[in-house]
């Protein structure tokens, strides 16, 4: 079973940081591509950001672009969401996702709440 479990999320305020992480099961992780999403009240998920299976190319939102630094350890099956400079706006549930190579198939995990005050 592929398990996804994102954490670090929390309540900020304006300008802070905040780190998520997602711990992924499965193996290798090497063969997954990994984005982050998140998903306002009403609305679709939206893209955050990702990176390759090696993590030598990312791609990011024009929203979080120079905000946001995604990256991952291979050993630690993880990836992480660096969030800096973090506005009201980005409050959001954030979601790790994974799509394996080359199946093409998507796992999800069930999201953490970010929420930054004025």
């Known amino acids: 079973q592929v398990q996804v479990v994102e954490s670090g999320g929390g309540l900020v305020q304006s300008g802070d940081s905040l780190r998520l992480s997602c711990v992924v099961s499965?193996?290798?992780?090497?063969?997954?591509?990994v984005g982050w999403f998140r998903q306002f009240p009403g609305k679709e998920r939206e893209f955050v950001a990702a990176v390759t299976r090696t993590g030598t190319m990312a791609d990011y939102a024009d929203s979080v672009k120079g905000r946001f630094s995604i990256s991952r350890d291979n050993v630690a099956n993880t990836v992480y969401l660096q969030m800096n400079g973090l506005k009201p706006e980005d409050t959001a549930v954030y979601y790790c996702?994974?799509?394996?190579?080359?199946?093409?198939?998507?796992?999800w995990g069930q999201g953490t709440q970010v929420t930054v005050s004025s």
């Open positions: 499965v193996r290798p992780f090497s063969d997954y591509g």
């Open positions: 996702n994974l799509v394996q190579y080359p199946s093409g198939r998507n796992y």
